[in-house]
């Protein structure tokens, strides 16, 4: 399984909305690539259309290629939408790709159905397609009820606790050299994987 985190990381809302932008523009290379990709979790920001991280589930023999497109530090250079006299036009952002082995936890996660709630029609409200899913050794759960199927959800699921499981891994490992990871990034703003350019995101 290949999973594909954009995120923001501490920076400003323009940030934030260069996660949406970003995500949207890779959706849309995903689709015209025929490769099959799916939003899975999205952190929302305190303003409209702007998020803090996004985690996308992406799947195919092409997946871990396009994937990897979007590894690393990327730039977007555009006026501030939110602060028009505002001087700086470069933000920011990062993308993280996570690998994981699906058989390798599977006998490790256990499931639980319930009632789903909140918008999506009457389907949604009156079964219960909304699947709780818990790591059992690490105590992480998580909760989906987007899709109306229970299977769907279910593999949401499985799939975000397979992220939460990679990323914990991944801090284990910066923490143990945070530093270096510190010049890394500093290293790589001054020399972005990908760069994007204006409120239309072209790169």
């Known amino acids: 399984m290949i999973l594909l985190q954009l995120s923001a990381g501490q920076g400003p809302r323009e940030c934030s909305r260069a996660i949406a932008l970003a995500t949207q523009t890779f959706l849309k290379d995903c689709n015209k690539r025929k490769i099959e990709a799916t939003l899975i979790e999205q952190v929302l920001d305190n303003s409209p259309d702007c998020y803090k991280s996004v985690l ?22 555009c006026q501030s939408p939110f602060r028009p006299s505002h001087k700086r036009k470069n933000w920011f952002f990062s993308g993280q ?21 909140g918008a999506g029609g009457q389907h949604v409200n009156t079964t219960d397609s909304a699947v709780q899913a818990t790591h059992l050794a690490s105590g992480i759960s998580v909760r989906i ?18 992220q939460k499981l990679a990323e914990k891994k991944s801090e284990q490992i910066a923490q143990q050299d945070k530093a270096r990871w510190s010049q890394h990034w500093d290293l790589e703003r001054g020399n972005p994987k990908r760069k994007f350019k204006g409120t239309k995101f072209t790169s």
């Open 56 to 77: 996308i589930e992406i799947k195919g023999s092409k997946a871990k290629l396009i994937a990897d497109e979007w590894n690393g530090v990327m730039q977007w250079v």
């Open 97 to 117: 790709v996570f690998e994981v082995n699906e058989a390798e936890f599977t006998d490790e996660i256990s499931y639980q159905t319930c009632r789903a709630s």
């Open 145 to 162: 009820e987007s899709e109306r199927s229970q299977h769907a959800n279910k593999r949401l699921a499985k799939a975000l606790i397979m």
